[in-house]
């Protein structure tokens, strides 16, 4: 699901309410570096768990005291960001 290299990860498959806290642990124990690109260009499948990994994902970060950012949302990922109002948190447009 996560491939790690350097300072970019890419997130790959589906992120649903069947797969999410595998996908959470994976990127727990993974997202070590002061600075971190996740690419999400090979998500799959969504559903609201995924708006919330990303958000958890950006809280344990900031914890942390490291930067997180996220490229290539995919379309179904992007429409529902908007709709639940975190546009601004996970810097889509």
Same mark, same amino acid.
């Given at each position: 699901?996560?491939?790690?290299?350097?300072?970019?990860?890419?997130?790959a498959?589906?992120?649903?309410?069947?797969?999410?806290?595998?996908?959470?642990?994976?990127?727990?124990?993974?997202?070590?570096?002061?600075?971190?690109?996740?690419?999400?260009?090979? &998500?799959?499948?969504?559903?609201?768990?995924? &708006?919330?990994?990303? +958000?958890?994902?950006?809280?344990?970060?900031?914890?942390?005291?490291?930067?997180i950012?996220?490229?290539n949302?995919?379309?179904?990922?992007?429409?529902?960001?908007?709709?639940?109002?975190?546009?601004?948190? +996970?810097? &889509?447009?």
């Open positions: 699901m996560i491939a790690l290299e350097g300072e970019r990860a890419t997130l498959g589906p992120v649903t309410l069947a797969n999410v806290n595998a996908v959470l642990a994976d990127g727990t124990r993974t997202f070590k570096a002061p600075t971190l690109t996740v690419d999400l260009a090979g &998500v799959t499948e969504v559903d609201s768990t995924a &708006v919330s990994l990303l +958000l958890e994902w950006r809280r344990a970060a900031q914890r942390e005291k490291r930067a950012d996220y490229v949302y995919p379309a179904n990922l992007k429409s529902l960001i908007q709709l639940y109002g975190v546009s601004e948190l +996970l810097n &889509v447009s």
